[in-house]
Nanobody, 122 residues
Framework: QVQLVESGGGLVQPGGSLRLSCAAS????????MGWYRQVPGKAREPVAI???????EYSESVKGRFAMSRDNAKNTVYLQMNSLKAEDTAVYYC????????????????WGEGTLVAVSS
């Protein structure tokens, strides 16, 4: 089964920066989509940034101009560079991947990471 390893969360002051990474491993044939979502207690999980096979990236309005997502296809890894962080960016950030794996036969997969906490506070 495909597994995700996230890293890079932590505590940062307002205006600071953090870089999240998410590496997918397993018998991956191809990845269709990689994305970052975030969730705060009591609210639904929301998309932050999504990158597709053609490297087309979409951002939520709240992070446009501050966050940048990039992808290393050779490493099946995606990064989220977060700049000018605000208190309202505080959340657990989850990596999400959709693709095709080869286990006995080809099949689609969808997997979530365990989440990494980003806390923005002075």
């Amino acid at each position: 089964q495909v597994q995700l390893v996230e890293s890079g969360g932590g505590l940062v002051q307002p205006g600071g920066s953090l870089r999240l990474s998410c590496a997918a491993s397993g018998r991956i044939v191809t990845i269709y989509e990689m994305g970052w979502y975030r969730q705060v207690p009591g609210k639904a999980r929301e998309p932050v940034a999504i990158i597709t096979t053609g490297n087309s990236t979409e951002y939520s309005e709240s992070v446009k101009g501050r966050f940048a997502m990039s992808r290393d296809n050779a490493k099946n890894t995606v990064y989220l560079q977060m700049n000018s962080l605000k208190a309202e960016d505080t959340a657990v950030y989850y990596c999400h991947v959709i693709g095709l794996e080869a286990i006995e036969h080809y099949r689609n997969f969808e997997v979530w990471g365990e989440g990494t906490l980003v806390a923005v506070s002075s």
